[in-house]
């Protein structure tokens, strides 16, 4: 091989001393290891947050207190939260990112590859400083996962652990996401333009926005929470001057921007799985890119409709409620390009064409919910209730883990060299279908009935549906360990995958030479 300063050889000469074992991990800057590293960190945590749901759901599996005192259960609530959020969605789909992105753009890595190191591993110190705030004196932050004043001001160390930790996982995925922009921005093969990118690299675009433009805000506001706590101010404290709403205002502004930032990849990534087993390309691509945009600009001009109780003007809740009704316009063009894509396509329905279309059914039922809410009259009886946890857990659950497996089945093939257990597969699939409703649609009729969420106990009215919902819950959790085997039969061997698995419409990250070209910024190109 003719020798290239700081070019391809030097990447080869670097092979002869790559650290092994445990120093692999830890060291590498490949966007491959630390893509997979990402996504097994996010199904460690995607556990970790299951189990506390278990205990929420064993608790409210019959009415009175069972299983956990009160204090534990609001611990609980707290926890799952953030680490469904920050521990497990978000890391997932910056692990598709890591993965994916590069070979769909012919890049030889992500651009600044140390720091993607870097990125990866704040998140397990983050992570276990979260948990483990369950053992200090006071326990976890009991507040849910908002982390509302006054009761935030008041609480003990596991408060001052949970902002740290926040801070740390904001820190990570702000980096994760300036790598994610410059690879996409700079390093592009010659003739992609931006708008023939896969569809996947242009929701991972628009959501790095999304992350560089509210995490700082969502610092911001834990961060007046500890001067609130430990240094005399009073952003959030009435009797100092301040005010409790204020805070509402500023986590609002991070957190429904936050919903798009777990949503959009998941967009992505079904919009990637759809073409496939339809045989034919994604319908409306332009109209796609345009409706994203359009969704993630809509975002940061809805917030308050979280908080039309806290007694805001009529009109403040007239806009708020209209600004959040414009968002499902964009949202079902979105809808209409993915039916329009499987319209006479030559459809077949392996795991990742599965996981999908219950995407695509279940998603929509989120939205309808979500429409049902942003109406104030409707939200002000719905507010903190049942209804809410229902809604959110059908764009959290059916929309991003849906498309985060409809991608993984849809990409195992590439990763391991190996096909997945297709009988398996689909096994995860009904079952996680059939379970998710079973836990989730009922506590649509509990808060229609006026049960309060963040409660560990209820009367005896609510009990049947409870207890349908904890079977449910349980029957999920259960489920979600097929998937632990799948992946693990696919990594140890099996069926060799072809170049084109899935013998259709796959894009172009399945065939393009990877590793392309040495052209990372970190090891500059020389000129000749
Ligand atoms: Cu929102």
């Given at each position: ?111 600044f590859a140390r720091m993607n190191n870097w990125s990866f591993w ?56 300036i790598n994610i922009v410059t690879t996409l921005l700079n390093m ?153 894509t499987m319209w006479r396509g030559s459809l077949s329905f392996e ?178």
């Open positions: 091989m003719a020798a290239i300063p700081g070019g391809a050889d030097h990447a080869h000469d670097h092979d002869h001393h790559q650290p092994t074992g445990i120093m692999r991990w830890v060291t590498t800057t490949n966007h491959k290891d630390i893509g997979s590293m990402y996504l097994w960190f996010s199904f460690a945590m995607f556990l970790v947050g299951g189990v506390m749901a278990l205990v929420i759901r064993a608790e409210l599996f019959e009415p009175g207190l069972q299983v956990v005192d009160p204090d534990r259960f609001n611990q609980m609530t707290t926890l799952h939260g953030l680490i469904m959020v920050f521990g497990a969605i978000m890391p997932a789909f910056v692990g598709f990112a890591n993965w994916m992105i590069p070979l769909m753009i012919g890049a030889s890595d992500m651009a704040l998140l397990p110190p983050a992570a276990i400083l979260l948990t483990s705030s369950l053992l200090v004196p006071g326990g976890a932050a009991a507040s849910g996962w908002t982390l509302y004043p006054p009761l935030t001001v008041q609480m003990g160390i596991g408060m001052d652990m949970a902002i740290f930790a926040v801070h740390i996982l904001g820190i990570s995925s702000i980096m994760g996401s592009r093969a010659p003739g992609m333009t931006l708008m023939k990118m896969p569809l996947f690299c242009w929701t991972w675009l628009i959501t790095a926005y999304l992350v560089i433009a509210v995490m700082p805000v969502l610092a911001g506001a834990v961060t007046m929470i500890l001067t609130d706590r430990h240094f005399g101010t009073s952003f959030f404290n009435a009797a100092g001057g301040g005010d409790p709403v204020l805070y509402q205002h500023i986590f609002w502004f991070f957190g429904h921007p936050e919903v798009y930032i777990i949503a959009i990849p998941a967009f992505g990534v079904v919009s990637q799985v759809i073409p496939a087993f339809s045989r034919k390309p994604l319908f409306g691509y332009a109209s796609m890119v345009y409706a994203t945009s359009s969704i993630a600009i809509l975002s940061f001009i809805v917030w308050a409709h979280h908080m039309y109780t806290v007694g805001m003007p009529v009109a403040g809740q007239l806009y708020f409620m209209f600004a959040t009704m414009l968002i499902a316009i964009p949202t079902g063009v979105k809808v209409f390009n993915w039916v329009a795991t990742p064409m599965l996981f999908s279309i219950g995407f695509l059914f279940l998603f929509t039922l989120g939205g309808f919910s979500g429409l049902v809410l942003s109406m104030t009259a409707v939200d002000i009886q719905l507010h903190d209730s049942y209804y809410v946890v229902a809604h959110f857990h059908y764009v959290m659950v059916a929309g991003a883990l849906f498309s985060a497996y409809a991608g993984a089945y849809y990409w195992l093939p590439k990763w391991t060299g190996h096909m997945y257990d297709e009988k398996l597969g689909k096994l995860h699939f009904w079952l996680s279908i059939v379970f998710f409703n079973m836990t989730f649609f009922v506590q649509h009729f509990l808060g229609l009935a006026g049960m309060p969420r963040r409660i560990p106990d209820y009367s005896l009215q609510f009990a049947e549906f409870n207890m349908i919902s904890s079977i449910g819950a349980f029957g999920f959790g259960l489920s979600q360990l097929v998937f632990l085997v799948v992946v693990l039969k696919c990594i140890k061997g099996g069926e060799k995958a072809s170049a084109k698995p899935w013998d259709g419409a796959e894009g172009l990250e399945w065939t393009v030479p990877s590793p392309a070209p040495h052209h990372t910024f970190e090891t500059p190109p020389v000129f000749k």
